[in-house]
């Protein structure tokens, strides 16, 4: 995959759209869900995955070594479930 840069322009409603050539390169779709993370002054913006999970867990625990996260093994098909759990950790979610 090549290199892309764009300046990205944010509305007064704090929208803002990708490019349609980065969507097209990265495969994002209309409904493509997408994980948002910030670190210093940087927006990362990458399609949901569990790979995606876990290296934000990895930078988490880089950022602060003596955190002892909570690690759970999830097997099965429900997916809806870990999915929810894991945006509630990098908190995407809150837990109501």
Known sequence: MKNMESILKV???G???IPKEVRRALGIHGG???VCRVIGNRIILEKFS???IRK???ELEDLV???DLDVEEFEGEDKYIDR???LRKIGL???R
């Open 11 to 13: 509305d007064e409603q």
């Open 15 to 17: 929208r803002t759209v």
């Open 32 to 34: 493509t869900e997408l």
């Open 50 to 52: 569990l790979d995606s």
């Open 56 to 58: 934000a867990f990895d």
């Open 65 to 67: 070594p003596s955190l």
């Open 84 to 86: 929810e759990y894991a």
């Open 93 to 95: 979610r809150s837990s």
